[in-house]
Each structure stands twice: as structure tokens, then as C-alpha cells.
């Protein structure tokens, strides 16, 4: 390329006053006008670290020592400031909610071009221009409490577009999407970089929602170094993604699985570009025929039942329209659907945080309409998305122990029944440390232990895996499954469809209120129906059955699990 | 849960279309009128235009009703608390002093110290409407802008708005993590003792302050990223455009304050309108 580097990093490393270490090590990179890059990494890897790099955050808002160079548009950032540089990097924050700074859409649009006092008649010419752009121009005088997820993204990208920036830098996207949402968002970005030749970085660690489009370059960072810097068929078909951690995409895992190699010449890096010889797809066949099917016990008694309930919070707005369905006692399930859809509401009944209009709820055979929030509580535990809204006492020992306490247990019997549960969590020799000096994966098997200690039959978990990297996604699963190993019923709220798959056998679709599926992880994600009245995406195990010209697809997903589950705990 | 506080409603009414400086000021000028006049004539003038104008902006009995309650309960407290603490505050005023009812001591009822409570209950009675309408008929986007125009310093301003951008959002994170810690355990009954209560309200305070941290956190990156502070002086995108109807709306109340005004200089000569004499 002949074209001077858009960006530019030179053996630059950045360190956090607060850090005893360096977050970036030796960082060199150049990326150029035009391109569409993803930076890809697990928690920690400082893939956000560098995000902030770029668009001035750093070392402008938080403060480090900075060592090298890194330029942009040929100008060294940290003799600029955080606004000049906002003129050329426009960042999107993972957390559309949290940013959304006006009171309604065209507000939040015009938002820097109020800071830069442009007149009320060009914003709103503006405004409607660019609104046009992300497809939100009917929303614009729309409060953000009306606006969906996504909505509130394309806000957001608006909000950043109108400054005619040159390079559009996503920080995780996809974390608070919907599947089908956040397909739509990969779409949106492949669009405006069609569209306006801007160069575009993507930050994220699902690598196979990132690669629903194209991409000219993976950067993939790991302890604060880059450690690969390629295209994603030549990534695909390396070891980086096992060695660093990195989910891959599930399609190459079932070839994996069938003994085929990946090499870059089989274009892996996108399933519509996946070239398989009739070789491949006749080992890809010989292996689902292999796979023994796991046989799936449904005699056991029922914990809970939801008869015919329905719900409102507001008279006339009914959330819930009579939900009827069964938990099996010992099972781990998982309840999907759309943000909004009612899946937080049944939990709320169950617990009985909200009170149901029609309808009733049984435990163990029981209707507990007369049972307070504290009975509950001892029957069915729920744990929140967010472990900093449970937390409420300084010390691991005291969070833990607070249930027992506030229900007059003896000191004795509340040490012995904390000390076990915090060893059953893996938190045994932190007993004695304060909370805040945990790690966010910790601090939520502190908020499930503190739900366990009351020895609930179920637990209810909201989004337990938000926000985690494949790592962190892994050991809370799996924790949670050594939970369920133990006897106690998992209900897992979700629109994680790798969950879906990996852990929940069964999965309960709710869609506007109405219970619209409940069936096998691979039936539901191989119903196109389904799949696009819940905001789910079909997987890309099925796109590959179909590829290898098998019939019965949802029999292939289900083979997948099975052979999944029997590899990992043989 | 989705409008919660402020619910500004989008309605078609002339107070409505004003803007929300039109609004602001007018709510002041008037406030000012009927603070500074003790006339009861004035102030019931003043006290039916308020009420015209509730009435014209459409807003319903239900909406206000909290409101109501809580400034009538006010303010009979305070007629309550003006004649123990000063029963002859009326006579001090007006000069004479006719008694209707004798009780002990120095609270005698006099048709004086009646006659001020009155007027002050009436004050009040007429300018609290008129916040109201402030309230319930401007876009709080358009609250932020108003307050900006008045002289107040854009980021104040801003903060204020923001303020209530946010409210719904940790009045939900408040219902959540009390929920949860009622689960827990927590007894949410008042027959808690006190100690308990302090305890409690800990509880569930400490994880909102948390996560109110953090939305703070992620709100100011993404202000600064979009230039906000920048220059001394910013411009509004919701910023209403005066038109005739303002200038109406604010010759009528300049109109009433000089009223007001004059009412005081040529005729009661001083603030208070005195029939005793």
C-alpha cells in the first residue's frame, strides 16, 4: 500500500498509573484509510486498553505513562486533545444504554453539534440526514425508554457519524444484543463501510458474530501484545484462537470434531466462504452417524409449575399472557426470548417480587400465592445480571453469611454452612478477604454462593455469562453445572445461543408475553419460526449440515451437543 | 415505569406549544407578583388565571393529585404554625384588632391575623398551579435549554437534565436491588427498630451508589468523546423558537405583575391591602 497509515502505532506501551505493570507491551500496528479491522482477546488482553488509545481516553481521561509512538493522521495523540482527536475517531461504546446522553433520539444525535454550537436549523437538517442513514429517522423525538437495544445503538453510531469522522471504532458492539440484533449491527457497520470508504475497527471477542461480514484483518492481542495480525481464513486455520482462549466459530469446531484439518485454502473464515471438498463432507457425515445419541430422562418429579399465569404492571398492558409451563426437578434449562419479552417477569413471580393477576405458581406440588418474598427465597434463589446491584456488605464471610443472619441462624451454624458453600464455589480461601478485591467472575460466585447458603431446590440466574469472554463464560458454566450435578434445578435467563447449545438441554421461548417454544437447544435454534420471532440467529451448524448436504439438521445440532458434552466430561 | 417523575405529556394545548423559557419566565414573573403583593383581590385575580390556564393545558385532577395533597397538608400546617407562633401578626399588620373567638392566653382569633392567613394560603394556592404547568407541559429536554437561556451555566444546566435522564434508571436499580435483598432477607416492614432500619437502607444504598458510580463513569466517556465542555457557550437542539404566542403568554403576565405593581404604589400604598381601615 502506498497510502500514509491512518493510524499508527510504534513500539508504543501504555501504563496505567494505578497498575503496577504495563497494559500494552510493544504494540506495533498500522492501519490504513479504508480498512476494516477487528481487534479480538480475552478479558484483560487489553484489546480495550488500546480502544482508548485511539480515541483519546487515554491519556486524557485516564491518566498512564505513555512510551513510544502512536500517530494519527500523522499527528502524535498525545500532543492533541481528547476533542480534535473525537473530529477524526468516532467511538461507539458497548453500552448504548449508559451513553445515551439526551432525553430523545434527535437529541442524542445532535449532541456533539451542540458542543460545537452549530445553529438549531443545521443540527436538525443534520440530525434528519444522518438519522436517515442508521434507519432511526421515524424515532427521533422518542425518549430512550421507549427504544430497543439496537435502536438505541444506531443512536448512538448516528450520534458519532455526524461529525463526518474518518474512522468509526466499535468497543464491543455485540455485548447487550440480541443474537438477531446483533447480526443486524455487523450488518449496519458492513454497510456504512460500503458505503463510505471509512476505515473501521471493531473490537470484540465473538469472533464468529464479527465474521457474519467481511473483515480485512484480525489483530488478536493477548497479555497486552499482539500476538497475530492476519486475515481470518489464515487465523482460522492457526492455533492462535485454542492457544489464546478465543471462541471459534462453531462450524469449524464440528469439522474439528470430524478429523478434517482446517487449512486456509478451505476460505474458513466465514461459512459462506467455507470451501469443502466432497471428502470433507462425506468425514463431516461418517462422523454424525458415529455420535450416540444421549439419552435425555424425563421421568423426575416436577419442582416447579407455572399455570396459566398472566401479568401486568400497568392496567391494560398485559407483559404475560397465560404462561404455562413445568421445571423438572434436577434439570438446567434456559428461558430465551427478546429483551422485553416477559422472561425477567416469570422469574419475578416465581420469587415473588411481583404479585401475578391470573394464574397460579406451584412448588413441589404446593401453590405458594400466600408465601412471602423471604419463604420464597429459601425455595427459589435469584441471582441478578449484575453482581455490584447484589453486594452489599464489605467482606466475603459477612455477603455470604448475610441470608443466615437476617433469618437468626446461630454464629455456629452460619460459619459451618458458609465455609461449605464456599468451598462447593471455589471460594474457600477467600473467606476472610473483602469483596472489592475480586475479580468480576469472582464476585458472581460470591452472589450465588449467597443465594445457595439458604440450600434453595432452584436458582434462577439473569444473563449469568453477559459480558465474559469464552474463559469466564466457560468457568461460570461450568460451575453452574457442578451447581446442577449437586441436585439443584438451573434456570438460566438468556440470549446467549452458545449457552443455549452447550448447557441447557432444554430451552423455554417466550416472544411478546406468549410461551411460544418449548423444546429441545437444537430444535429451537434450527426453527427458522422460532428463530426469528425470539431474536435469536440460526447457527451455523445448521448452514454446515446443509452445506454437507445433511437431511435432518436439527439431528446434526443435537449431535453436536451430545459429542460436545461426552468430550468435555469423559 | 416508563415516564415515572416528570411525565411531561406531548399534547397539542396553546401551553404546550410555548416554549419553555416562555414558560419559565412567565412561572417567575407571575411568582414574583404574587410574592411581593399581600392584596387578596390581586391575588385571587392572579389564582383564577392560574387555574384557567391548568385547565386549558389539559392537565387531568390524577396527574396532580399527589401534588395536591402534599401542598395542602402543607400549607394548613403552616397557616397552623404562622398563628401559634405569631397569633397577632394580624393586628401587628393592619393596625386594629377584632376579635371572634377568644381562647387562652394570647391566642385570641382575630379577624386580622384570619384575614393574612387567608392571603398568604391564597398566595400559595396561586402559584403552585403555575409550577405545575412549568412541570407537566415542557419536554424536560427542554428544561435543560430554558434554565441555559435564564442565565443558569450550561453545564449546571445539563447536569440538571441529565438528572432526570437518569432518574427512572436508579429508581429501577433501587426496585431491583431492594427486591433482591428482601430475598435475602431483609425485613421491609416498619416495625423494624431504628438501628435495623439505618442497617437496611445501608444495604441497599451501598450497591445503587456502586452502579450509579459506574453509569456516571460510563456517561462522562461518552460526553468527553463528544466534545462536551468544549467552548464557553453551547447551542440546543431542542430549543423551542419564540413566536407570537410567547410574546402573548409574556405580555400577559408582565401585564398582571404591573398591575400588581400598580394596585400597591397608587392604592394600597404599600403591600398589604388593608379593609380595616
Same mark, same amino acid.
Given at each position: 500500500?502506498k497510502t500514509?497509515p491512518i493510524i499508527a502505532?510504534?513500539d508504543f506501551s501504555?501504563?496505567?498509573?494505578?497498575?503496577?505493570?504495563?497494559?500494552?507491551?510493544?504494540?506495533n500496528?498500522?492501519?490504513?484509510?479504508g480498512?476494516k479491522?477487528?481487534i479480538?482477546g480475552p478479558?484483560?488482553s487489553?484489546?480495550?486498553?488500546?480502544g482508548h488509545?485511539?480515541?483519546?481516553?487515554?491519556p486524557f481521561?485516564?491518566?498512564?505513562e505513555i512510551?513510544?509512538s502512536?500517530?494519527?493522521n500523522?499527528?502524535?495523540?498525545?500532543?492533541?486533545?481528547?476533542?480534535r482527536?473525537?473530529?477524526?475517531?468516532?467511538?461507539?461504546?458497548q453500552?448504548?444504554d449508559?451513553?445515551?446522553?439526551g432525553?430523545?433520539?434527535?437529541?442524542d444525535?445532535?449532541?456533539s453539534m451542540?458542543?460545537?454550537r452549530v445553529?438549531q436549523?443545521?443540527?436538525k437538517?443534520?440530525?434528519?440526514?444522518v438519522?436517515?442513514m442508521v434507519d432511526m429517522d421515524?424515532w427521533?423525538?422518542s425518549?430512550?425508554y421507549?427504544?430497543s437495544?439496537?435502536q438505541?445503538?444506531?443512536? /448512538?453510531?448516528a450520534g458519532?457519524?455526524?461529525?463526518?469522522?474518518?474512522v468509526?471504532?466499535?468497543d464491543?458492539?455485540?455485548?447487550n444484543?440480541?443474537?438477531?440484533?446483533g447480526?443486524?449491527?455487523?450488518?449496519?457497520?458492513?454497510d456504512i463501510?460500503e458505503?463510505s470508504?471509512?476505515t473501521?475497527i471493531?473490537?470484540?471477542?465473538?469472533l /464468529?458474530?464479527v465474521?457474519?461480514?467481511?473483515?480485512d484483518?484480525i489483530?488478536?492481542?493477548?497479555?497486552?501484545?499482539?500476538?497475530?495480525?492476519?486475515?481470518?481464513?489464515e487465523?482460522?486455520?492457526?492455533?492462535i484462537?485454542?492457544?489464546?482462549?478465543?471462541?471459534?466459530p462453531?462450524?469449524?469446531t464440528?469439522?474439528?470434531?470430524?478429523?478434517i484439518?482446517?487449512?486456509?485454502k478451505?476460505y474458513?473464515g466465514?461459512?459462506?466462504?467455507l470451501?469443502m471438498s466432497?471428502?470433507m463432507k462425506?468425514?463431516l457425515?461418517?462422523?454424525y452417524?458415529s455420535?450416540?445419541?444421549?439419552?435425555?430422562?424425563?421421568?423426575?418429579?416436577?419442582?416447579?409449575?407455572?399455570?396459566?399465569v398472566?401479568?401486568?404492571?400497568?392496567?391494560g398492558?398485559?407483559?404475560?399472557?397465560?404462561a404455562?409451563?413445568?421445571?423438572t426437578?434436577?434439570e438446567?434449562?434456559?428461558?430465551?426470548g427478546?429483551n422485553?419479552a416477559?422472561?425477567?417477569t416469570?422469574?419475578?413471580l416465581?420469587?415473588?417480587?411481583e404479585?401475578e393477576n391470573?394464574?397460579?405458581?406451584?412448588?413441589?406440588g404446593?401453590?405458594i400465592?400466600?408465601?412471602?418474598?423471604?419463604?420464597?427465597a429459601?425455595?427459589i434463589?435469584?441471582?441478578?445480571?449484575n453482581?455490584n446491584q447484589m453486594l452489599?456488605?464489605?467482606?466475603i464471610?459477612d455477603?455470604?453469611?448475610l441470608?443466615l443472619?437476617?433469618?437468626?441462624?446461630?454464629?455456629?451454624?452460619?460459619?459451618?454452612?458458609?465455609?461449605?458453600v464456599l468451598?462447593i464455589c471455589?471460594?474457600?480461601?477467600f473467606?476472610?478477604?473483602?469483596?472489592?478485591a475480586l475479580?468480576y467472575?469472582?464476585?458472581k460466585?460470591?452472589t450465588?454462593?449467597?443465594i445457595?447458603i439458604l440450600n434453595?431446590?432452584i436458582?434462577?440466574?439473569d444473563?449469568?455469562?453477559?459480558?465474559?469472554?469464552?474463559?469466564h463464560?466457560t468457568?461460570i458454566?461450568?460451575f453452574?453445572r457442578?451447581?446442577?450435578?449437586l441436585?439443584?434445578?438451573?434456570l438460566?435467563?438468556?440470549?446467549?445461543m452458545?449457552?443455549?447449545?452447550?448447557y441447557?438441554?432444554r430451552?423455554v421461548?417466550?416472544?411478546?408475553g406468549?410461551i411460544?417454544c418449548?423444546?429441545?437447544?437444537s430444535?429451537?435454534?434450527?426453527?427458522?419460526?422460532?428463530?426469528d420471532?425470539?431474536?435469536?440467529r440460526?447457527?451455523?451448524?445448521y448452514?454446515?449440515?446443509q452445506?454437507s448436504?445433511?437431511e435432518d439438521?436439527?439431528?446434526?445440532?443435537?449431535?453436536f451437543?451430545?459429542y460436545?458434552?461426552?468430550?468435555?466430561?469423559? | 415505569?416508563?415516564t415515572?417523575f416528570?411525565?411531561?405529556?406531548?399534547?397539542d394545548t396553546p401551553?404546550h406549544?410555548?416554549?419553555?423559557?416562555t414558560?419559565?419566565l412567565?412561572?417567575l414573573?407571575l411568582?414574583?407578583?404574587?410574592?411581593?403583593?399581600?392584596?387578596?383581590?390581586?391575588?385571587?385575580?392572579?389564582?383564577v388565571f392560574?387555574?384557567?390556564?391548568?385547565?386549558?393545558s389539559k392537565?387531568?385532577f390524577?396527574?396532580i393529585?399527589?401534588m395536591?395533597?402534599?401542598v395542602v397538608?402543607?400549607l394548613?400546617v403552616?397557616a397552623?404554625?404562622?398563628?401559634?407562633?405569631s397569633p397577632?401578626y394580624?393586628?401587628?399588620?393592619?393596625?386594629?384588632?377584632?376579635?371572634i373567638?377568644?381562647?387562652?392566653?394570647?391566642?385570641?382569633?382575630t379577624?386580622?391575623t384570619?384575614f393574612?392567613?387567608?392571603?398568604?394560603?391564597t398566595?400559595y394556592?396561586?402559584?403552585?398551579?403555575?409550577g405545575?404547568i412549568?412541570?407537566?407541559?415542557?419536554d424536560?429536554?427542554?428544561?435543560?435549554s430554558?434554565?441555559?437561556?435564564?442565565?443558569?451555566?450550561?453545564?449546571?444546566?445539563f447536569?440538571?437534565s441529565?438528572?432526570?435522564r437518569y432518574?427512572?434508571?436508579?429508581?429501577r436499580d433501587y426496585r431491583?436491588?431492594?427486591?433482591?435483598q428482601q430475598?435475602?432477607?431483609?425485613e421491609m416492614s416498619n416495625?423494624a427498630?431504628?438501628?435495623?432500619?439505618?442497617?437496611?437502607?445501608l444495604s441497599?444504598i451501598l450497591?445503587?451508589?456502586?452502579?450509579?458510580l459506574?453509569r456516571i463513569?460510563?456517561i462522562?466517556?461518552?460526553?468527553d468523546?463528544?466534545?462536551?465542555?468544549?467552548?464557553?457557550k453551547r447551542?440546543w437542539?431542542s430549543k423551542?423558537?419564540?413566536?407570537r404566542?410567547d410574546?402573548?403568554?409574556?405580555l400577559?403576565?408582565v401585564?398582571?405583575l404591573?398591575g400588581t405593581?400598580?394596585?400597591s404604589?397608587f392604592?394600597?400604598?404599600?403591600?398589604?391591602?388593608n379593609?380595616f381601615i
Amino acid at each position: 500500500m502506498k497510502t500514509e497509515p491512518i493510524i499508527a502505532f510504534k513500539d508504543f506501551s501504555f501504563q496505567y498509573f494505578s497498575q503496577s505493570e504495563p497494559t500494552l507491551h510493544d504494540i506495533n500496528l498500522e492501519i490504513y484509510p479504508g480498512e476494516k479491522i477487528m481487534i479480538a482477546g480475552p478479558s484483560g488482553s487489553g484489546k480495550s486498553t488500546l480502544g482508548h488509545c485511539l480515541n483519546g481516553l487515554i491519556p486524557f481521561s485516564y491518566k498512564g505513562e505513555i512510551k513510544g509512538s502512536l500517530k494519527i493522521n500523522g499527528q502524535e495523540t498525545k500532543d492533541q486533545d481528547i476533542f480534535r482527536l473525537s473530529k477524526i475517531i468516532g467511538t461507539v461504546l458497548q453500552d448504548a444504554d449508559g451513553q445515551f446522553v439526551g432525553l430523545s433520539v434527535g437529541e442524542d444525535i445532535a449532541f456533539s453539534m451542540e458542543n460545537d454550537r452549530v445553529p438549531q436549523e443545521e443540527m436538525k437538517e443534520r440530525v434528519l440526514k444522518v438519522s436517515k442513514m442508521v434507519d432511526m429517522d421515524r424515532w427521533l423525538t422518542s425518549s430512550p425508554y421507549e427504544l430497543s437495544g439496537g435502536q438505541k445503538q444506531r443512536t /448512538e453510531l448516528a450520534g458519532v457519524m455526524i461529525d463526518d469522522v474518518d474512522v468509526l471504532l466499535f468497543d464491543e458492539p455485540l455485548a447487550n444484543l440480541d443474537p438477531a440484533t446483533g447480526k443486524q449491527a455487523i450488518e449496519i457497520i458492513h454497510d456504512i463501510h460500503e458505503e463510505s470508504h471509512k476505515t473501521i475497527i471493531i473490537i470484540e471477542h465473538r469472533l /464468529e458474530d464479527v465474521l457474519h461480514r467481511e473483515i480485512d484483518r484480525i489483530i488478536i492481542l493477548n497479555d497486552g501484545r499482539i500476538i497475530a495480525d492476519m486475515n481470518p481464513h489464515e487465523l482460522i486455520s492457526s492455533n492462535i484462537l485454542s492457544e489464546t482462549g478465543i471462541r471459534e466459530p462453531l462450524y469449524v469446531t464440528a469439522l474439528k470434531y470430524s478429523g478434517i484439518s482446517i487449512s486456509a485454502k478451505m476460505y474458513p473464515g466465514h461459512i459462506e466462504t467455507l470451501n469443502m471438498s466432497d471428502s470433507m463432507k462425506s468425514a463431516l457425515v461418517e462422523w454424525y452417524k458415529s455420535v450416540e445419541f444421549d439419552n435425555h430422562d424425563t421421568s423426575r418429579s416436577r419442582v416447579i409449575e407455572i399455570d396459566d399465569v398472566s401479568f401486568s404492571y400497568e392496567k391494560g398492558k398485559e407483559v404475560l399472557h397465560s404462561a404455562t409451563f413445568q421445571i423438572t426437578e434436577g434439570e438446567m434449562l434456559s428461558l430465551v426470548g427478546r429483551n422485553g419479552a416477559g422472561k425477567s417477569t416469570i422469574a419475578k413471580l416465581m420469587c415473588g417480587f411481583e404479585k401475578e393477576n391470573k394464574g397460579r405458581i406451584f412448588y413441589k406440588g404446593e401453590d405458594i400465592a400466600d408465601k412471602s418474598i423471604k419463604e420464597r427465597a429459601e425455595r427459589i434463589g435469584y441471582v441478578m445480571q449484575n453482581p455490584n446491584q447484589m453486594l452489599s456488605q464489605p467482606m466475603i464471610f459477612d455477603e455470604v453469611a448475610l441470608g443466615l443472619k437476617l433469618r437468626q441462624i446461630p454464629e455456629e451454624e452460619i460459619e459451618k454452612r458458609v465455609k461449605k458453600v464456599l468451598i462447593i464455589c471455589g471460594l474457600a480461601p477467600f473467606i476472610k478477604w473483602p469483596v472489592a478485591a475480586l475479580s468480576y467472575g469472582q464476585k458472581k460466585r460470591v452472589t450465588i454462593a449467597s443465594i445457595l447458603i439458604l440450600n434453595p431446590k432452584i436458582i434462577i440466574l439473569d444473563e449469568p455469562t453477559a459480558g465474559q469472554d469464552y474463559k469466564h463464560y466457560t468457568e461460570i458454566m461450568e460451575f453452574l453445572r457442578k451447581i446442577n450435578a449437586l441436585g439443584v434445578t438451573v434456570l438460566l435467563i438468556t440470549h446467549d445461543m452458545h449457552l443455549m447449545l452447550e448447557y441447557t438441554p432444554r430451552s423455554v421461548v417466550i416472544t411478546d408475553g406468549d410461551i411460544i417454544c418449548d423444546e429441545a437447544a437444537s430444535v429451537v435454534l434450527t426453527s427458522p419460526d422460532i428463530i426469528d420471532r425470539a431474536n435469536l440467529r440460526e447457527t451455523s451448524l445448521y448452514t454446515l449440515a446443509q452445506i454437507s448436504g445433511i437431511e435432518d439438521e436439527t439431528a446434526f445440532v443435537q449431535c453436536f451437543i451430545d459429542y460436545e458434552r461426552q468430550v468435555k466430561h469423559k | 415505569m416508563r415516564t415515572g417523575f416528570f411525565a411531561a405529556q406531548k399534547l397539542d394545548t396553546p401551553i404546550h406549544k410555548l416554549s419553555g423559557i416562555t414558560k419559565l419566565l412567565c412561572f417567575l414573573i407571575l411568582t414574583g407578583a404574587v410574592m411581593f403583593s399581600y392584596d387578596l383581590r390581586v391575588i385571587l385575580c392572579v389564582m383564577v388565571f392560574s387555574f384557567i390556564v391548568l385547565r386549558i393545558s389539559k392537565i387531568t385532577f390524577s396527574q396532580i393529585k399527589l401534588m395536591v395533597i402534599y401542598v395542602v397538608v402543607f400549607l394548613a400546617v403552616n397557616a397552623l404554625l404562622t398563628f401559634l407562633f405569631s397569633p397577632a401578626y394580624g393586628t401587628e399588620i393592619y393596625g386594629t384588632r377584632h376579635v371572634i373567638l377568644e381562647l387562652f392566653g394570647k391566642y385570641d382569633i382575630t379577624t386580622e391575623t384570619l384575614f393574612f392567613i387567608i392571603t398568604k394560603f391564597t398566595k400559595y394556592l396561586s402559584v403552585i398551579p403555575l409550577g405545575m404547568i412549568f412541570l407537566l407541559t415542557t419536554d424536560p429536554s427542554e428544561l435543560a435549554s430554558s434554565l441555559n437561556a435564564i442565565g443558569v451555566h450550561y453545564k449546571i444546566a445539563f447536569s440538571f437534565s441529565l438528572t432526570l435522564r437518569y432518574f427512572p434508571d436508579i429508581q429501577r436499580d433501587y426496585r431491583d436491588i431492594s427486591q433482591s435483598q428482601q430475598a435475602r432477607g431483609l425485613e421491609m416492614s416498619n416495625k423494624a427498630k431504628i438501628w435495623d432500619r439505618f442497617k437496611r437502607a445501608l444495604s441497599i444504598i451501598l450497591p445503587l451508589i456502586l452502579s450509579t458510580l459506574d453509569r456516571i463513569e460510563t456517561i462522562t466517556n461518552a460526553m468527553d468523546l463528544r466534545g462536551f465542555g468544549k467552548y464557553k457557550k453551547r447551542t440546543w437542539y431542542s430549543k423551542r423558537k419564540m413566536d407570537r404566542g410567547d410574546a402573548v403568554a409574556l405580555l400577559i403576565s408582565v401585564v398582571l405583575l404591573l398591575g400588581t405593581l400598580i394596585v400597591s404604589v397608587f392604592i394600597n400604598h404599600g403591600r398589604f391591602y388593608n379593609p380595616f381601615i
